[in-house]
């Protein structure tokens, strides 16, 4: 009877532990799918994509992570997002660097002709399939945030920050190309007409981190706090920053992939970047950097490039239907412009690009101001 019961006891355990792995497996499996959530404003983003905290708790907001891909979207995909969007939902963000979801749009304006499509810095905004991307006219509006000319807008920044110096840095090696060399002579003008020193300094691309940091302390050293260092490239972000912790120089522009994830990491904040609303942990970024005599030192975007086009767009849809706009009313530039001050607390300058059937601008951001 003790042996039937032992064998029984370890039936039980065994059925339970593969039971306990095939619902891991699933959960594993569910977490690569495309989640399907609604609302009047149904957003999807990459997964992994830090995006504000707030506008997960908000009733008239649906975020959508989109499945993590090595390739371009699928056919399949196209599908599942035209099947979770019904007459409840008003407003479609799609907002991703791949290709393969601008079929979306023209599926979902046969469906429902009353949502309003927008694309949001999506793969086909680059390369050859941009031209015909500003002609689809299922899109009502695309949003491409400005990647050039940093240089420029990290001058302005400066001149607030009352920099007396700017030293633009980028990786030398292998020629610079005609991108940043326009942005280069963009910036050295703005200086000279502004009465700050211009200088810039180019770094080997293959150099370690410790070197890099010692050419940043170097150029420290010899221009004094009121120096302001532009990272042009993202591999030099967090040297930069690091150094600037150090050393109390100004950064006018962070510019990496993402300015919030290096800047938590950097001052300890990761919990609350993780679970705060973006205006909470900016405070708590201020507060830190106040106690280090950092204040009004650093500029960043902390929610990153990347996610202002959407949250632009929630603020716009809802400024719109709360006061029973058009959107020809909505998406001019003084509309653009008004939102990203008020709501998201960004200066914003939109750029027309090109001829195209909807309202397709090209973003130039301006961080914020720690």
Do not use: W
Not at 208 to 230: H, P, Q, V, Y
Not at 305 to 318: D, G, K, Q
């Amino acid at each position: 009877m003790r042996r039937i019961l032992i064998s029984f006891v370890l039936v039980i355990i065994t059925i339970s532990l593969i039971s306990g792995c095939e619902k891991k497996q699933g959960e594993k499996e569910r977490q690569g799918d495309m989640t399907n959530n609604k609302a009047e404003i149904t957003v999807y983003i990459p997964k992994g994509q830090n995006f504000d905290r707030q506008y997960f708790n908000q009733k008239d907001v649906a975020i959508n992570y989109l499945p993590d891909k090595k390739g371009d979207y699928t056919d399949k995909d196209v599908g599942q997002i035209v099947n979770n969007i019904d007459k409840h939902v008003k407003v479609v963000v799609i907002n991703t660097n791949k290709k393969g979801l601008e079929p979306v749009f023209k599926k979902i304006k046969s469906k429902l002709p009353g949502v309003i499509t927008v694309a949001g810095d999506i793969g086909e905004m680059y390369g050859n399939s941009s031209n015909k991307l500003f002609k689809n006219s299922y899109i009502d509006v695309a949003f491409k945030i400005e990647k050039d000319n940093n240089g420029y807008i990290s001058a302005m920044l400066a001149n607030q920050m009352n920099a007396k110096n700017f030293i633009y840095l980028y990786f030398s090696d292998g020629g610079t190309n005609s991108d940043v060399y326009r942005d280069i002579q963009i910036t050295k003008q703005f200086c000279e007409e502004n009465g700050i020193k211009f200088s810039k300094k180019g770094i080997n691309s293959t150099d370690n981190l410790d070197k890099i940091k010692s050419e940043i302390k170097k150029i420290s050293d010899e221009n004094g706090r009121d120096t302001a260092i532009f990272p042009s490239d993202l591999r030099l972000s967090k040297p930069v920053l690091t150094s600037a912790i150090e050393y109390k120089f100004i950064v006018p522009n962070l510019n990496s992939d993402n300015d919030g994830e290096l800047i938590s990491k950097e001052l300890g904040l990761e919990k609350e970047y993780s679970e705060l609303a973006r205006k909470d942990f900016d405070n708590k970024v201020r507060e830190k950097l106040k106690s280090m005599n950092l204040n009004n030192k650093i500029a960043l975007i902390s929610e990153g490039r990347n996610s202002v086009a959407p949250e632009l767009v929630i603020e716009i849809a809802r400024y719109m239907y709360e006061n029973n706009f058009m959107i020809e009313e909505c998406y001019r530039d003084v509309s653009l412009i008004a939102r990203g001050n008020r709501n998201i607390d960004l200066s914003i300058t939109p750029k027309i690009m090109g001829q195209s059937s909807g309202y397709i601008r090209n973003l130039v951001l301006s961080p914020r101001i720690y």
